[in-house]
């Protein structure tokens, strides 16, 4: 989901300018990232986000004017699927994580990554997939769906074979294609057949969807000590 000259043009967000102006010196070093823009608030990152087409916006959570989720929520749905949206959190601190997932942020970035962290998560998102590092995204996930007030799901799994059941369980705990493979004993091409037709039945974009999906659907509880 890179411009045509396969350069990932990405917008940064955040109210720290310390914290900003380092993630953005950080990406504009290599050659297949370009910050075109950068926001230092949610507000401001809508209207650059607007005018500048990003591929990519990395937006802090906590935010003043709008934080990050509602930016993320009217960035992507501006764009009309062409943006993606990357989201910096502090682990253990932010409380709508999982709104997050919801509002359509494609994955999350601790504060405190490391240079290739950061650059693997850019690309990562970029490309068009989900970022569920088991140690970020499944734990917060977990904790943030427990605290949800329970409601009827808008979706059952009845459609699902039960392989295909067993794969969202899966893609739930954070494993890859190849490790669900390894765990089914199966070939990749058919882990990749399976998520296929569950994404297409279930209507959903991508991993961090079907990570939503199975909490709700209570196909996975959160651990005590998530």
Same mark, same amino acid.
């Given at each position: ?14 109210? #720290? ?8 010196? @950080?990406?504009?070093? #290599? ?16 209207? &650059?986000?607007?005018?500048? %087409?990003?591929? @990519?916006?990395? +937006? ?32 253990? &601190? ?6 997050? @997932? ?37 734990? &917060?996930?977990?904790?943030?769906? %427990? #605290? ?19 794969? +969202?369980? +899966? ?5 890859? !294609?190849?490790?669900?493979?390894? %765990? &089914? ?10 998520? !296929? ?30």
């Amino acid at each position: 989901m890179t411009g045509m000259t396969g350069v990932i043009r990405t917008l940064v967000a955040d109210d #720290q300018a310390v914290v900003r102006t380092g993630f953005v010196n @950080l990406l504009n070093t #290599q050659d297949d990232i370009e910050v075109v823009t950068e926001a230092e608030d949610g507000a401001q990152a809508v209207a &650059l986000a607007a005018e500048h %087409r990003p591929d @990519l916006v990395l +937006l802090d959570i906590r935010m003043p004017h709008l934080n990050g989720i509602d930016a993320a929520r009217e960035i992507l749905a501006a764009s009309g699927g062409a943006t993606r949206a990357l989201m910096l959190t502090t682990f253990g &601190l932010d409380e709508y994580v999982y709104e997050a @997932l919801a509002a359509g942020a494609s994955g999350f970035l601790l504060k405190d990554c490391t240079f290739p962290e950061l650059l693997h998560a850019v690309r990562v998102v970029a490309a068009g997939n989900a970022l569920l590092a088991p140690e970020i995204t499944q734990r &917060l996930v977990a904790e943030f769906a %427990r #605290q949800r007030s329970a409601v009827p799901p808008a979706r059952d799994i009845e459609g699902l074979t039960a392989r295909e059941a067993e794969v +969202l369980v +899966l893609i739930a705990q954070g494993l890859s !294609n190849a490790e669900i493979a390894g %765990r &089914l004993t199966i070939t990749d091409h058919t882990v990749k057949t399976h998520i !296929n037709r569950l994404f297409t039945k279930m209507e959903l974009r991508d991993r961090a969807q079907a990570v939503i999906l199975a909490y709700e659907m209570g196909l996975v509880r959160p651990s005590p000590t998530a």
